[in-house]
C-alpha cells in the first residue's frame, strides 16, 4: 500500500515544543547570587528577628562596598538557573531529523506518524502531517501565533465594529460553531482582538457566546504590528 508522506526518512523537519523551564528572574540564569555575609536570622522574638535582619543587611552593605562579595546558590532556583514556566503556554521552534515513519487507521481514516530526533536534546518526538513543518519560517510564523497572549474578557468589554455588526452571518456557520462547542465546550475559530479589544475576526464565535448567556469569553490579542 503507498502512502502519501510529508516528509521521508533522513529529512530534516521543525515543530513547536513547549518551553517547560524558563530562566530565573532573581539570577538572570547564573544560578548565583551575590552578597556579602550570609544572613542569619535570630530568632528569639519579633523584635530581635527584625532587629537582627537590619543590623546584618546594614552589615552586608558595607562589605560588598569594600568588595567583600561571597557567592550563594540563587534561592530561587536552588542554583539551576531555571524555574518552572508557569501562565499561559509558550512555544519554540525545534529542528530534528525523521528517523521513520508508520501509518496507523484512526476511525476507518489513515493517520501518519513521523518519529523524529531532537537534534538539540537527542530524543525522540513524535508528530502527525499538521504539527510538522518542512520550512523553518512557517514553523516560526505558526510559533509566534501560539505565543500571543489569550486572556478571558467580559464579553461586554468586547468592540464590535460596524462592519461586523450590520451583517447577519449565514445559517452554516452559526450552526457549525454549536456543533464545536456541544462536541469541546469550545470553539475551533479564536475571536481576534486588537490591544483595544476590538473585534477583528471570530465574530460567530462571539455571537454564539453571546446567544449561550457566557459573558466571559476567551479572545487572543493580536496587535496590528504583529499581523503585519
Not at 521521508?8 to 515543530?15: E, L, S, T
Not at 524558563?22 to 519579633?46: F, R
Request: neutral net charge; hydrophobic residues 35%; aromatic residues 8%.
Amino acid at each position: 500500500m503507498n502512502i502519501e508522506t510529508k516528509a521521508n526518512v533522513g529529512d530534516i523537519v521543525y515543530y513547536l515544543k513547549r518551553i517547560s523551564r524558563v530562566n530565573c528572574s532573581v539570577c538572570a540564569g547564573t544560578g548565583k547570587i551575590h552578597l556579602g555575609t550570609a544572613i542569619m536570622p535570630n530568632a528569639e522574638s519579633p523584635d530581635a528577628f527584625a532587629a537582627s535582619l537590619s543590623e546584618q543587611f546594614m552589615q552586608n552593605l558595607t562589605e560588598m562596598i569594600i568588595g567583600n562579595v561571597r557567592e550563594y546558590d540563587c534561592p530561587e532556583c536552588g542554583g539551576k538557573g531555571t524555574v518552572k514556566a508557569t501562565g499561559q503556554s509558550r512555544y519554540e521552534v525545534g529542528k530534528g531529523t525523521v528517523v521513520s515513519i508508520e501509518a496507523t487507521m484512526n476511525q476507518g481514516h489513515e493517520k501518519v506518524i513521523y518519529r523524529v530526533t531532537d537534534s538539540t536534546s537527542a530524543t525522540n518526538r513524535t508528530l502527525t502531517d499538521e504539527k510538522l513543518y518542512l520550512d523553518q519560517e512557517a514553523a516560526e510564523k505558526q510559533c509566534r501565533f501560539m505565543n500571543l497572549e489569550r486572556r478571558v474578557v467580559p464579553l461586554e468589554c468586547v468592540q464590535i465594529p460596524p462592519r461586523f455588526a450590520k451583517t447577519i452571518p449565514c445559517n452554516e456557520k452559526l450552526v457549525n460553531r454549536l456543533n464545536e462547542w456541544r462536541s469541546h465546550r469550545k470553539f475551533e475559530t479564536e475571536i481576534y482582538v486588537d490591544e483595544n479589544l476590538n473585534l477583528f475576526d471570530g465574530y460567530t464565535s462571539y455571537l454564539v457566546y453571546r446567544m449561550l448567556g457566557i459573558f466571559d469569553i476567551p479572545v487572543v490579542i493580536w496587535p496590528e504590528d504583529a499581523r503585519k
